[in-house]
């Protein structure tokens, strides 16, 4: 599975974006997916993941009632809707496949994409 991310960039605090994540491959919905970042100096920590079909979803608790992570396994794709971004959610976003999901543990993914830079201006 080869994994492409996409949909970062600027923005103000209390703004939004939308991360898509495209997958390749024809196994995709075997998969569960997850979201992980990364800021400066900092380790890579568990967002948000889903299971295979979508039923189930985690949230770690500094984004839960702000981001929200869907897929679509008929387009190979997963999600992170990021609302009232805060100065702290700055990070890279990887987005990652893996296991029955959803988890937390980095060590549950086998696949990883490339990431993309999300950055919340004050």
């Known amino acids: 599975v080869q994994l492409q991310a996409s949909g970062g960039g600027l923005v103000q605090a209390g703004g939004s974006l939308r991360l898509s994540c495209a997958a390749s491959?024809?196994?995709?919905?075997?998969?569960?997916m997850g979201w992980f970042r990364q800021a400066p100096g900092k380790e890579r920590e568990s967002v948000a993941a889903?299971?295979?079909?979508?039923?189930?979803?985690y949230y770690a608790d500094s984004v839960k009632g702000r981001f929200t992570i869907s897929r679509d396994n008929a387009k190979n794709m997963v999600y992170l809707q990021m609302n009232s971004l805060k100065p702290e959610d700055t990070a890279v976003y990887y987005c990652?496949?893996?296991?029955?999901?959803?988890?937390?543990?980095?060590?549950?993914?086998?696949?990883w994409g490339q990431g993309t830079l999300v950055t919340v201006s004050s």
């Open positions: 491959g024809r196994t995709f919905s075997r998969y569960g």
């Open positions: 990652a496949a893996g296991g029955w999901g959803p988890s937390s543990d980095p060590g549950a993914f086998d696949y």
């Open positions: 889903i299971s295979r079909s979508g039923s189930t979803t």
